[in-house]
Nanobody
Framework: QVQLVESGGGLVQPGGSLRLSCAAS????????MSWYRQAPGKERVLVAR????????NYANSVKGRFTISRDNAKNTVYLQMNTLKPEDTAVYYC?????????WGQGTQVTVSS
């Protein structure tokens, strides 16, 4: 059974940090590119960051460049999103996605709220 389980979300003040984790099971994690998406209330789900299967290349949305870092540990079947200098506009539900050719899996999401 395929599972992607996100964790690490919560309420944080502007300027603070959070580290999201996404634990994968039920598929060969090391061959899948992994991504983080987010969806704010009333808005479409958008790509935040992506990392290749080997972890040797990453790309980011312009809005998070220099503040967020995506990484993965293939031995632990886990992908991470380190979020620094958080802003109120980062408030959203964050989802992890696994992608390989025509196959994709999604997690259920974790809420991140940035507010004072």
């Amino acid at each position: 059974q395929v599972q992607l389980v996100e964790s690490g979300g919560g309420l944080v003040q502007p300027g603070g940090s959070l580290r999201l984790s996404c634990a994968a099971s039920g598929f060969t994690f090391s061959v899948y590119a992994m991504s983080w998406y987010r969806q704010a209330p009333g808005k479409e789900r958008v790509l935040v960051a992506r990392i290749t299967s080997a972890g040797d290349s990453t790309n980011y949305a312009n809005s998070v460049k220099g503040r967020f870092t995506i990484s993965r540990d293939n031995a632990k079947n886990t992908v991470y999103l380190q979020m620094n200098t958080l802003k109120p506009e980062d408030t959203a539900v964050y989802y992890c996605r696994a992608g390989f050719m025509y196959t994709e899996y999604w997690g259920q999401g974790t809420q991140v709220t940035v507010s004072s």
